[in-house]
C-alpha cells in the first residue's frame, strides 16, 4: 500500500473514531478515488453510511468488500443489520450467519442473528442465539430483554421473567423491559406483579399507549374493571392505531355485555393489523357466526396458511376457527381447529413436560385421607360464623358463570367472579410440599378471605366466588367458613370435556390439552367429589345439574336460594340484564336468554370424540 494511502487511512479512522464522521467519510472518498476496490475504505464508508441511516449505499460498499473477502467479519455483520433494517430478513439472516460461521464467540453477532431469528418467528432458534449472546456478555441488558422476549413468545413465562428481572437490574429504566415483564406476569395470572409494572411503566412515560394498555390489562386480571376501562380509553387516544389497546377495549365491553361497541373496537383493530390472532378469536367468540361471516372465515384460515405468525396468535385463531366452524354446522373442522388449538397450546404453556397423574393422583388421596368426616366436625367449631360467601364449584366448563350471573341477579347476591384467594393459598395452607394441614390458622384464612369478598360487594349480605378449581379445596373451605353455602355445578361428563378442549384458558391447566388426560382428570374430580359428598352437611351443600337449570331455572333457583336461605326475588329471572363485569369464556352465552344449545353438544362431535366416549355412561 503506497505510503500516502496508508497516511490517508489511518487519518481517516482518527476522525471516525473521534466522531467527526464527515471529516472521515471525505477522506476514505480520496482514497477510493485512487483505489476503487480499497477494501479497508469501502468498508468504512459503508459503516459510515450505515450509521447515518443511508444503507442503499452502503450495502454498495459492504458488498465490494465481501466480494474480495467473503470472511471479513464487520462487512458480513453490518450487511445483516442494514438488511434486516430495509426488511430483507432473508439476506440478513443469510450475512448474519456467516458473520456468526467467522467469529461464533461474538455476542453481538449472536443477538444480531437472533433478532433475524425472531423476525421471521423462527422462535427456538432466536432463543439459542439469545441464550449464547447473554453468556457471552453478562453485562448488557438489551440481549436479555430480547432473551426474555423470545422466551414469552414461546410460552416459557417463567425463563421469560427470569431474563426480564436480569435485564431490568442492569437497565433498571427500561420501559421496554418493565412493558415485557408487565406482560408475563399477566400471563402467569399473577395480576398484582403486572400492576406493578404497569404503574411502574406508566410513572416513567405518561403519555406511553403500551403503558397504558399494561395497566388495563393488569386491571382487568384484577377485577379493577373501572379503573380498567380508564387506562384503556387513554391508550386509544394516545395512539388510535395502537391495534392491541381497541382489541383489548373490545373485550372490555364484552365483559359487561355491550356487543355492539365490542364488535367496533375489534373491527377498528383488525383494520389496523390484520395479521394477529387475539381480535379475531374475540370477535368470532362475540357473535354468533353465519353464512354471511364466510369470507370472514377465509380470512382467519388465510393466515394460518401462510404462516409466520406467533404461537400464541396461531393459537387464538385456531380456537376461533373450531368455534366459527361449530356456529356453521361443520363439526369435523371444527374438530380438526380445536386439535390443532390444543396442540399449540399444550406447546407454547408446558413445552416438553408431561402431565404426571400419579402426583396428581396422589393430591387428591391425600385430600381425601386428611379431610376425614371425623377431622371435619372435630374443627369445624374454630371456623368463622359469617354466612357471606356463597362457594360455586364445578369442573370447568361446568355451568358455574351462569349460576353466579342467576344468583348475583339478586339484589342481595355480590358477585366476586372467580377469586384466586383460596388456590394461591396452597401453598401456605399445605406446606411447601403439599402434605401438610394445621387447623390454627384457619381463622385468618377465613378473615382474609371475608376482606376480599367484601372489597368487591361490600354492599350486599351474600357474595358469590365462582372459582371452579375450588372444589379441590373444599375441606378447608368449609372448616374455615362453616356457614358458607357451597353449590357444586354439574353438567353432562361428555359436554364438560368438549367444551374443555374447545375453550383457550387464561391460566395453564395440566391436563386440559389432551384427551387422555382431561377424562383422567375428570374421574379424579369426580372421586374426590363423592369424598366431599360425604363429608359435608347437606344443610351448607347442594348439587345442582346444568341441564336442570337450563330445563327450569325457576325450580334449580328456589333450591339454591332456600339452602342460602333468602326470599324469592323475580330479578333472578332475567339474569341476561344483570350488568356485572364477566372476565371468562362464558361472557357472550351469560348475557342471552337461557337457551338449549350448549345441552348434548356432544352429540355433533360424536365420530371424533376419540378419548371422550369413555365418559358416555350416567352423566352424573
Known sequence: MPEKTEELLASAQAAHAAGRSFEAEQIARRILEAEPKHIQA????????????????????????????????????????????????????????????VRPDDPFSNNNIGLCYLDQIQLEKA???????????????????????????????????????????????????????????????????????????????????????????????????????????????????????????????????KFTEANEHLQKSLEIEPRQGFAYFAYVHNNKVTEKDRPFVERMEALIAHGGLPPRDVQFLEYGLGRAYESLGEYEKAM???????????????????????????GFDWLIKTFSREFIDKNRPKGLTSDVPIIIVGMMRSGTTLAEQILSSHPQIGAA????????????????????????????????????????????????????????????????????????????????????????????????????????????YLRLMEHWRSVLPSDRFIE??????????????????????????????????????VNTPSLWQVRQPIYTTSVERWRRYEPWLGAFRKLLRDPH
Not at 459503508?46 to 450495502?59: N, Y
Not at 376501562?229 to 383489548?248: C, G, S, T, W
Not at 380438526?336 to 396422589?362: I, Q, T, W
Request: charged fraction near 25%; include cysteine; charge should be negative.
Open 127 to 257: 432463543a439459542t442465539a439469545f441464550y449464547r449472546a447473554a453468556s457471552l456478555r453478562p453485562d448488557m441488558p438489551s440481549i436479555f430483554h430480547n432473551l426474555g422476549t423470545v422466551y414469552y413468545m414461546l410460552g416459557r413465562d417463567m425463563e421469560a421473567a427470569m431474563a426480564l428481572d436480569r435485564a431490568l437490574k442492569l437497565s433498571p429504566n427500561s420501559l421496554d423491559s418493565w412493558l415485557a415483564l408487565g406482560q408475563v406476569m399477566i400471563s402467569q395470572t399473577n395480576p398484582d406483579a403486572a400492576e406493578v409494572c404497569g404503574r411502574k411503566a406508566i410513572s416513567m412515560h405518561p403519555e406511553s399507549a403500551p403503558a397504558q394498555l399494561l395497566l388495563a390489562s393488569a386491571l382487568v386480571e384484577n377485577n379493577k374493571t373501572a379503573e380498567a376501562e380508564k387506562h384503556m380509553k387513554r391508550a386509544v387516544r394516545i395512539d388510535p392505531n395502537e391495534f392491541y389497546a381497541q382489541a383489548l377495549l373490545g373485550q372490555r365491553y364484552q365483559t359487561i355485555g
Open 417 to 524: 367472579g372467580e377469586q384466586r384467594f383460596w388456590p394461591s393459598s396452597k401453598p401456605t395452607m399445605f406446606g411447601p410440599e403439599g402434605r401438610a394441614f394445621s387447623v390454627e390458622r384457619l381463622p385468618e384464612f377465613g378473615t382474609r378471605y371475608l376482606s376480599a369478598l367484601r372489597a368487591v360487594a361490600p354492599d350486599t349480605s351474600h357474595v358469590t366466588d365462582k372459582m371452579p378449581a375450588n372444589y379441590e379445596l373444599l375441606g378447608p373451605i368449609h372448616l374455615a367458613l362453616p356457614n358458607a353455602r357451597i353449590i357444586h355445578m354439574r353438567r353432562h361428563p361428555v359436554d364438560t370435556c368438549v367444551s374443555i378442549y374447545a375453550t383457550p384458558n387464561r391460566v395453564p391447566i395440566a391436563y386440559a390439552y389432551d384427551r387422555e388426560n382431561i377424562v383422567f382428570a375428570y374421574e379424579e
Open 336 to 362: 380438526k381447529h380445536f386439535d390443532e388449538a390444543n396442540r399449540v397450546s399444550r406447546r407454547l404453556k408446558f413445552g416438553d413436560a408431561v402431565f404426571d397423574r400419579v402426583d396428581y393422583s396422589n
Open 544 to 581: 345442582v345439574n346444568y341441564e336442570d337449570v337450563v330445563a327450569d331455572r325457576e325450580t334449580q333457583t328456589r333450591r339454591i336460594l332456600n339452602l342460602i336461605g333468602l326470599e324469592w326475588d323475580d330479578a333472578v329471572m332475567h339474569h341476561e340484564s344483570n350488568e356485572r363485569n
Open 42 to 101: 469501502n468498508l468504512l464508508l459503508g459503516v459510515l453510511a450505515g450509521k447515518s441511516g443511508r444503507s442503499k449505499p452502503a450495502i454498495v460498499h459492504l458488498e465490494a468488500v465481501v466480494d474480495q473477502d467473503p470472511e471479513s467479519f464487520e462487512a458480513l455483520f453490518w450487511l445483516s443489520l442494514l438488511h434486516r433494517r430495509e426488511g430483507k430478513l432473508v439476506e440478513a439472516t443469510a450475512f448474519g450467519e456467516r458473520a456468526l460461521k
